[in-house]
C-alpha cells in the first residue's frame, strides 16, 4: 500500500513539472549585422512579459539602443514585440534562444550558428 502512494504521488509530481523550459532570464549573444562587425544583443525576459532588449553595435559610435516590450511564448515559440515593431520571433531550446526569421523557421546558411542567444541567468 505505501509503496502504491509513493508512487502515485512521484507520478503526480512527475504530471506537474512543466514540459518545456521557461523563458525567463537573460540571453546574450552577438547576431550578424549588414554594416557592423556584429551586434551585441541582450535580451532580458521578465516572469511579468515584459523583455528589455539592450544592442551594442560592435564599432559604431553610438551604437547602443535600448528598448522595452513584450514577449509571449507558445509552445517553443517565442515572439518579442518592442515599441510597436512587428514581432521578432525566437525558439526557446535547452539553455539558449535561437533567432528565427520572419516565417519563424531557423536562418540557413554558413552564419546560422551566429543567431543563437546563450542564457546567462535564470529569473530564479
Keep these: 500500500m505505501r509503496k502504491g502512494l509513493i508512487l502515485t504521488a512521484g507520478l503526480w509530481l ?6 518545456t523550459e521557461s523563458v525567463c532570464g537573460v540571453y546574450q549573444g552577438t547576431l550578424p ?5 556584429g551586434i551585441e544583443t541582450t535580451l532580458t525576459f521578465g ?6 532588449q539592450r544592442l551594442v ?13 513584450t514577449f509571449s511564448a507558445d509552445g517553443s515559440i517565442v515572439a518579442v514585440t518592442l515599441s ?5 520571433y525566437y525558439r ?10 520572419m516565417d519563424m523557421q531557423p ?11 546563450k542564457k546567462v541567468k535564470s529569473c530564479r
Design 47 to 52: 516572469e511579468d512579459n515584459q523583455v528589455l
Design 84 to 88: 510597436g515593431e512587428a514581432p521578432s
Design 14 to 19: 512527475a504530471a506537474c513539472t512543466p514540459k
Design 33 to 37: 549585422a549588414a554594416d557592423a562587425p
Design 92 to 101: 526557446l531550446e535547452r539553455g539558449q534562444l535561437r533567432r528565427l526569421d
Design 57 to 69: 553595435y560592435i564599432g559604431k559610435k553610438d551604437g547602443i539602443f535600448t528598448d522595452r516590450g
Design 107 to 117: 536562418v540557413e546558411g554558413p552564419l546560422a550558428d551566429y543567431y543563437i542567444l
